[in-house]
């Protein structure tokens, strides 16, 4: 049975993670929390030296107190918000502003992605000291790629970044801005000057310069195809190469989190090195030499990955560990997990609301907890079955304990993970040790040259598993939805299933019953309510027109434009207010074809809808011929391709009870019509300004 007391850093993180939740939720409370840090330290130094029992559980209280309030306080010290200077507090308008490159240049199709650190800026006729964190995307016709650390004066004004504009759609706004990001700002080339070099770190610009040097390295090696942008993803973290369709295979086969560097790939590595290096421990003080050389290679890994967030994580539970064993103490794996657990959220508190390092830190405590059990309830006498064994249990633990938050996250389960895995893993663990081998290597002739074929068919091996995984029937279920009571009831049934396995106590079982009926109503309920639902929707798309016409669990998508499950616009905008809504049977129609299912009359000027008995029309261009007007009044009028200029063209000709603009239009002429429409007092929606439009039947 587990004794939490030799686990003391599991409930310092956890104590240290309520004070960051609070902060979330209370960030207003800077006396309170003040004074509750006081009284923690008060009560400790009082209690110190006391030892029965009773006191001990005051103790605990009084620790828990001064963990959460400083958990509260170290989140207030990391959120920018609450500076005085940030962009975010100026009330004049921006005319242009001095910045500091601070990350790396990410490749898009047109553009260039990068982050800003803002300096100064210019208001009216003044210069001022601002600070602020800015995502700038810049035309790819630029003299040379940004580089970490230029200086830039930038002309125009940066805008706060738009929040979700529709149901169910990820919230970047407040991704990034738990990264400190609060605004965004689309340049052209001559919309700045470079004024100079001045790194924000040095340390951090040495980072990306080896990041560059790796590149280089397997991009001579292996051209620059797929294997190329999956290796740089694996080895670098860069994953802007990757093809779409691959990328989507590997997430179908369960195996995306190796296209991402973490603590696969550092353990992988890890055991690796020790392995070839195992010979210095048998000497004289060859303890001590060994750690030194590994967490040097440890270290010079995280600093070539620009060091990562998952690499981060993964370098301090290793050095904690590494550094435990030499100097001889016992060492609890869980507990330095919790241990660099804490140390990454006292530096990042905002990086336990991220995806990667709860599934991260949830994958390791399983494995940690219930692996080794699992492992040996089944024994096998060849040594290749208990390989593939060892492997299947570690990835069934790891997909259970991870199973909820990728359904809530990611809204799908891939259903062979247990056959792609033991394929997958040994494989992508012999392409990191290739890769590496081949930063090392490179530069010789003939061996460098043989690496680099071994590493390109290693790579080659490793994705056509993956896309004989993905092509198997049903690779992939979804949509999957859960709610945060349905994620709390999944995480219940987990932990009480695995208490009444590894107990045998009959109370486990009475909550893990309740916990799997409350899940089945709660289930139940929403499936039913999804089954009787009818909705139109006019989503927000950037510069199109897309109208869903929902019932069940089936949507016909109405586009100018044709789309399909793959387009962009489906997967960035639309795809997750579908999965909200448990659609999961799509038909896409455009105007001027026969659409099945779809009762309309069209031509080129409009597109009338009859649907559950209410009537929508689309109006692409308003006819010219004076006397034509609609006879009825219609239920919705949907406003597209800048079809109305002003407020008289509709007068005595459409008559209607519900005025939609869809993203079509130009966003001046939108803006104009709706100022006018409050003066005139015409209610309508525009779905740039109130986001998508949501009807009910």
């Known amino acids: 049975m587990l004794r939490w007391n030799a686990f003391p850093f599991v409930r310092y993180v956890v104590a240290l993670m309520s004070g960051i939740t609070a902060y979330l939720y209370f960030p207003d409370y800077f006396r309170l929390v003040t004074g509750i840090l006081l009284i923690g330290f008060l009560s400790l130094g009082m209690l110190f030296f006391?030892?029965?029992?009773?006191?001990?559980?005051?103790?605990?209280?009084?620790?828990?107190?001064t963990l959460g309030a400083i958990g509260w306080l170290v989140t207030s010290l990391h959120t920018p918000l609450n500076d005085p200077a940030n962009l975010v507090h100026?009330?004049?308008?921006?005319?242009?502003?001095?910045?500091?490159?601070?990350s790396q240049a990410e490749n898009r199709a047109k553009t260039f992605r990068l982050e800003l650190e803002v300096r100064k800026v210019l208001t009216d006729r003044t210069w001022q000291p601002a600070s602020g964190r800015l995502i700038v995307y810049i035309d790819k016709t630029v003299a040379q790629k940004p580089r970490y650390g230029d200086v830039w004066l930038v002309r125009g004004e940066p805008r706060t970044i738009?929040?979700?504009?529709?149901?169910?759609?990820?919230?970047?706004?407040?991704?990034?801005?738990?990264?400190?990001?609060?605004?965004?700002?689309?340049?052209?080339?001559?919309?700045?000057?470079?004024?100079?070099?001045?790194?924000?770190?040095?340390?951090?610009?040495?980072?990306?310069?080896?990041?560059?040097?790796?590149?280089?390295?397997?991009?001579?090696?292996?051209?620059?195809?797929?294997?190329?942008?999956?290796?740089?993803?694996?080895?670098?973290?860069?994953?802007?190469?990757?093809?779409?369709?691959?990328?989507?295979?590997?997430?179908?086969?369960?195996?995306?989190?190796?296209?991402?560097?973490?603590g696969l790939h550092v353990g992988v590595l890890f055991a690796a090195v020790s392995f070839v290096l195992g010979f210095v421990k048998r000497r004289k003080g060859g303890k001590y030499v060994f750690a030194v050389i590994m967490l040097a290679l440890l270290w010079f890994y995280a600093l070539m990955t620009g060091f990562s967030a998952p690499v981060l994580r993964s370098a301090f539970m290793f050095s904690l560990l590494l550094i435990g064993q030499t100097l001889g103490r016992a060492n609890s794996p869980l507990n330095t997990l919790a241990a660099s657990a804490f140390l990454i959220l006292l530096l990042d508190p905002y990086a336990m609301t991220t995806a990667g390092f709860q599934l991260s830190y949830l994958a390791v405590g399983g494995l940690t907890l219930w692996y080794e059990s699992l492992y040996q309830s089944l024994t096998f006498r060849f040594w290749l079955a208990d390989k593939i064994w060892k492997i299947t249990a570690m990835s069934l633990v790891a997909q259970v304990i991870t199973f909820p938050l990728g359904v809530y996250y990611f809204h799908q389960f891939p259903t062979y993970f247990w056959l792609a895995n033991p394929l997958v893993i040994p494989v992508s663990s012999?392409?990191?040790?290739?890769?590496?081998?081949?930063?090392?290597?490179?530069?010789?002739?003939?061996?460098?040259?043989?690496?680099?074929?071994?590493?390109?068919?290693?790579?080659?091996?490793?994705?056509?598993?993956?896309?004989?995984?993905?092509?198997?029937?049903?690779?992939?279920?979804?949509?999957?939805?859960?709610?945060?009571?349905?994620?709390?009831?999944?995480?219940?049934?987990?932990?009480?299933?695995?208490?009444?396995?590894?107990?045998?106590?009959?109370?486990?079982?009475?909550w893990l019953a309740i916990s799997a009926v409350l899940l089945t109503g709660s289930v139940g309920m929403t499936t039913l309510h999804r089954k009787k639902?009818?909705?139109?929707?006019?989503?927000?798309?950037?510069?199109?027109?897309?109208?869903?016409?929902?019932?069940?669990?089936?949507?016909?998508?109405?586009?100018?434009?044709?789309?399909?499950?793959?387009?962009?616009?489906?997967?960035?905008?639309?795809?997750?207010?579908?999965?909200?809504?448990?659609?999961?049977?799509?038909?896409?129609?455009?105007?001027?074809?026969?659409?099945?299912?779809?009762?309309?009359?069209?031509?080129?000027?409009?597109?009338?809808?009859?649907?559950?008995?209410?009537?929508?029309?689309?109006?692409?261009?308003?006819?010219?011929?004076?006397?034509?007007?609609?006879?009825?009044?219609?239920?919705?009028?949907?406003?597209?391709?800048?079809?109305?200029?002003?407020?008289?063209?509709?007068?005595?000709?459409?008559?209607?009870?519900?005025?939609?603009?869809?993203?079509?239009?130009?966003?001046?002429?939108?803006?104009?019509?709706?100022?006018?429409?409050?003066?005139?007092?015409?209610?309508?929606h525009s779905v740039r300004q109130q986001g998508a439009y949501l009807a009910t039947f």
């Open 50 to 65: 006391v030892r029965d029992k009773p006191h001990a559980v005051l103790k605990g209280i009084a620790g828990w107190l």
């Open 162 to 262: 738009d929040p979700p504009l529709n149901p169910g759609e990820f919230n970047y706004k407040r991704h990034l801005a738990h990264r400190g990001i609060y605004h965004q700002q689309y340049l052209r080339p001559n919309d700045r000057v470079i004024l100079g070099y001045r790194p924000l770190n040095q340390l951090t610009a040495q980072a990306y310069k080896i990041n560059e040097w790796a590149d280089s390295v397997f991009t001579s090696h292996l051209g620059n195809g797929q294997e190329f942008a999956i290796v740089k993803a694996m080895i670098l973290g860069v994953r802007d190469g990757i093809d779409p369709e691959l990328q989507q295979a590997y997430s179908a086969a369960g195996a995306v989190h190796i296209l991402s560097v973490s």
């Open 533 to 684: 639902q009818r909705l139109l929707l006019v989503h927000f798309v950037p510069h199109q027109s897309a109208i869903s016409f929902v019932e069940g669990n089936k949507a016909v998508l109405l586009s100018r434009d044709s789309l399909s499950d793959q387009s962009r616009e489906v997967t960035f905008y639309i795809r997750n207010t579908w999965d909200s809504l448990g659609v999961d049977r799509i038909t896409y129609a455009q105007p001027g074809q026969t659409n099945p299912g779809l009762p309309l009359f069209q031509n080129r000027a409009i597109t009338l809808v009859n649907w559950q008995g209410k009537s929508v029309l689309i109006i692409n261009r308003l006819p010219a011929r004076k006397g034509w007007r609609l006879p009825a009044v219609i239920d919705y009028v949907i406003i597209s391709r800048n079809a109305l200029q002003s407020w008289s063209q509709l007068k005595g000709r459409v008559a209607a009870r519900h005025l939609i603009f869809d993203d079509s239009n130009k966003t001046p002429l939108t803006d104009r019509l709706l100022a006018d429409a409050r003066k005139l007092g015409i209610p309508c």
């Open 90 to 102: 100026l009330r004049r308008p921006i005319r242009a502003y001095e910045a500091v490159v601070g």
């Open 430 to 510: 012999l392409v990191l040790i290739l890769a590496m081998g081949l930063l090392v290597v490179g530069w010789i002739p003939y061996l460098g040259l043989l690496v680099g074929k071994a590493l390109f068919a290693s790579m080659w091996l490793l994705n056509q598993c993956i896309i004989w995984t993905e092509r198997l029937p049903h690779s992939i279920l979804k949509p999957l939805m859960a709610s945060g009571f349905e994620l709390g009831l999944l995480y219940a049934i987990i932990l009480f299933g695995a208490a009444l396995l590894l107990f045998r106590k009959k109370r486990f079982g009475w």
